[in-house]
């Protein structure tokens, strides 16, 4: 049997966002001639970013910019309802800005992170 597993799915103007515990995607519907979503999917060839996989509250950011950080290396901790969420980074880079703040509100979908 598989544990179940909460998610949120938001519907925006151009997508939807889909969070779970650790991480947050951002879904387009694809268009001819259209690239992949900006933002890089964390292959490697590119800029990724950790978003915010829920509205919570910002408890530390261990990300430092200009650090290197490895995959799986947790960069924020957020807490919402009583819960504490480590979200780390989707693959090995470094750490180009943080883009939150410690005791900080984030909503849904806010940019936390971006790993060059």
């Excluded at 179940?4 to 515990?21: D, L, M, S, Y």
């Excluded at 268009?31 to 915010?52: I, L, S, T, Y």
């Excluded at 924020?76 to 980074?89: D, F, G, H, N, P």
Aim: contains cysteine; aromatic residues 4%; hydrophobic residues 45%.
């Amino acid at each position: 049997m598989i544990p179940a597993r909460r998610i949120t799915v938001v519907r925006v103007p151009n997508g939807v966002w889909v969070g779970w515990p650790g991480g947050a995607k951002f879904f387009a519907p694809e268009r001819p001639g259209r690239a992949a979503a900006a933002g890089g999917d964390g292959d490697g060839d590119g800029a990724a970013e950790v978003r915010a996989p829920m509205t919570a509250r910002v408890v530390k950011v261990e990300a430092r910019p200009g650090t290197d950080v490895g995959a799986d290396e947790v960069l924020v901790i957020l807490q919402a309802m009583k819960m504490e969420y480590r979200l780390t980074s989707p693959r090995a880079g470094r750490v180009e800005r943080i883009h939150c703040a410690e005791g900080e509100m984030v909503e849904l979908g806010a940019l936390l992170v971006t790993l060059a």
